[in-house]
């Protein structure tokens, strides 16, 4: 179960790194 948890955090982890990286890009390309 712990490879659970780790594999959802792992998710997690790069979900919020893609949206900063969408939120950085929209304000550079605007």
Do not use: H, Q
């Amino acid at each position: 179960m712990n490879t659970l948890y780790a594999l959802a955090g792992l998710i997690a982890v790069l979900l919020l790194a893609y949206l900063l990286y969408a939120l950085l890009n929209a304000e550079e390309l605007e």
